[in-house]
């Protein structure tokens, strides 16, 4: 099965990354997307993230009813940080059946290089880049690649301005699923958020 991996710390997951997510997995050759909730990522930092089985289970209700979606706590099992390549291996020793692509932005693609074994990620895995704004990329950067891109619908919504509407008491409806929200006010998740 083909199947591309959406990393991210969905703290906490919106429509936004569903609309990309759902998007790629219906104009691409891929069967199946799975967002792979990191618990910690290298490049943020910990203190402004919500415990990563609450950021799971919100990933999980969030996307239950699209069977092309499935939620991943695959880092979970790994040493933290959690980094690409490390979790690339230990999919491809567990699921030898599967074939596995990254996701991601092109302002992340622009950070590539910062990644840990970027040169073995680029050899041997290929890459599916949805084109964000203000970070432009050529297809001459790309020729020769393992890199493909994809012109996703694109929401200008941010995690980071979610968790402020929250700890302000706004509203977030329409920028999280239903469920998302429901549980989000439920259990006071981001009221005493810092950033």
């Not at 509407?165 to 981001?190: A, F, T, W």
């Amino acid at each position: 099965m083909k199947i591309g991996l959406y990393f991210g710390s969905f703290n906490p997951i919106h429509n936004g990354h569903l609309i990309i997510a759902n998007y790629i997995a219906n104009n691409s050759e891929l069967e199946q997307v799975w967002l792979v909730v990191s618990p910690q990522n290298p490049f943020k930092k910990s203190a402004v993230l919500l415990n990563e089985y609450d950021r799971l289970f919100l990933a999980r209700i969030a996307v239950e009813d699209e069977p092309r979606l499935k939620v991943s706590d695959v880092e979970f099992k790994l040493p933290q940080p959690s980094y690409t390549i490390d979790t690339l291996i230990y999919l491809e020793e567990k699921f030898p059946q599967n074939e596995f692509s990254i996701i991601m932005g092109s302002d992340s693609y622009q950070n590539l290089h910062k990644w840990k074994n970027t040169d073995l990620i680029l050899k041997k895995y290929s890459i599916i880049v949805y084109e964000r704004p203000g970070h432009k990329i050529r297809e001459e950067e790309i020729k020769g690649t393992r890199i493909k891109l994809l012109k996703a619908p694109l929401l200008e919504i941010s995690a980071t301005t979610i968790r402020q509407n929250i700890k302000r008491g706004k509203s977030i409806r329409y920028l999280v699923p239903e469920k998302v929200r429901e549980e989000i006010e439920k259990s006071g998740y981001y009221k005493s958020e810092i950033k």
